[in-house]
């Protein structure tokens, strides 16, 4: 029973077999028991082995199959100072590390970017995708990220490589020079782009990220309806063709009030027209002429607008019978200077046949004045 008891008391068989989809460290429980010498360490395929004796990085082991002897642990003997003889027991720890793929983990932009395009101006626009991330430096990647933490996950590192994706995203997107409306065509380009950029400053964390994807670049919900319809009135064309067939294509419904109205216009029209062809006595003429309509009259010229100069200041400007007005209440008279657009320099009212009118019908001054 004392043996049995002394065999409890050291580990022989050392492996990891891990049943989760998250986890990226995993530490050995031991219990306090000893490692036996010669005892096997098994090594699966997407897996490291990383030995921590006495609080300092010791032997990192890859996939096979180990037996834990001198031979195989050379940092771990240098440490101790063991001999070739050592057979005793031993106490170190023990991390396991998944160095497979961890896929599908998210990023996106939590604020908009804000990018210069060529055609539209400053614009904000917003990126997200996904990406995979591996462990590539075990050793590394213990002293850096994981510490002491029995059981690491992907979940506790990918919050700051979503950082350092969204920073270099930023300033990728911002330098790029890619028209938005061509960003969509560039996904796969600015991806890869990104994740080299990233990749020097990922590998400190003993990372590396091998694939970084952009599924989406959108724009503010205002832009983009500003985009739809502008789409829709190229694809629509002749504005005023479309706005005529409209209103034909409405007409002709049967049973619609447009098409009603528009079945009696043409008949009164049609009524109209044979009346005034058949003639006094009801003889069509050989060649009916079609009536002409008389050209709309010319639009009426703008009215100008006349600046007044007194004792070296200006008002204005006044309109032709605003300045009537003012020859009434004895503001403005002939010698008064006045100027208008298109006028070379400042002239006395009454020497301008259209304000020297004004004088000719201006009423009288008021009894007792």
């Known amino acids: ?59 990192v082991f890859g996939p096979g ?11 771990m003997t240098s440490l101790q100072n063991w001999d070739h003889g050592f057979q005793s027991p031993f106490k170190s720890e023990i991390y396991f ?5 961890f896929n599908d ?16 101006g400053p614009v904000r626009i917003r990126a997200f995708g996904t990406y995979s991330m591996r462990v590539t430096d075990p050793a590394r990647f213990m002293t850096e990220i994981v510490g002491t933490d029995g059981e690491f996950t992907a979940d506790e590192i990918s919050y700051q490589i979503r950082n350092v994706i969204l920073q270099e995203m930023s300033r990728a997107l911002a330098a790029s020079q890619i028209p938005v409306l061509d960003m969509a065509a560039n996904t796969a380009d600015l991806g890869k782009l990104v994740a080299t950029a990233i990749n020097p400053q990922i590998a400190e964390y003993g990372l590396s990220l091998p694939e970084l994807y952009i599924e989406n670049i959108s724009l503010p919900e205002a832009v983009e309806a500003a985009m739809d319809k502008r789409t829709s009135m190229g694809v629509v064309g002749d504005l005023d063709r479309y706005m005529k067939f409209n209103a034909a294509e409405s007409m002709s419904q049967p049973g619609s009030a447009a098409g009603a109205a528009m079945g009696a216009g043409m008949g009164a029209g049609i009524g109209m027209g044979m009346a005034q062809s058949m003639g006094p006595w009801g003889a069509v003429p050989a060649q009916a002429q079609p009536a002409q309509m008389p050209p709309p009259p010319p639009p009426p010229a703008p009215e100008k607008l006349w600046h007044t100069a007194k004792n070296g200041t200006t008002a204005g400007p006044f309109s032709r019978s605003h300045l009537g007005r003012m020859i009434t209440e004895g503001s403005f008279a002939r010698d008064t200077l006045v100027w208008t657009a298109g006028q070379d320099g400042w002239t006395a009212a009454g020497e301008i046949s259209e304000l020297a009118q004004l004088f000719t019908v201006a009423p009288p001054p008021p009894p007792g004045a």
């Open 1 to 59: 029973m004392v043996f049995d008891f002394l065999k409890g008391q050291f580990i022989d068989v050392i492996a990891w077999t891990d049943d989760t989809r998250d986890t990226m460290v995993w530490r050995f429980e031991r219990h306090g028991n000893e490692i036996k010498y010669g005892a096997k360490l098994t090594v699966r395929e997407g897996q490291a082995a990383v030995f921590i004796h006495e609080g300092q990085l010791a032997d």
């Open 65 to 75: 199959l180990y037996m834990l002897e001198t031979n195989n642990m050379p940092v």
């Open 97 to 101: 590390i998944n160095t497979t793929r």
């Open 105 to 120: 983990l998210k990023w996106g932009t939590k604020n908009p970017i804000m990018t210069r395009d060529p055609e539209f």
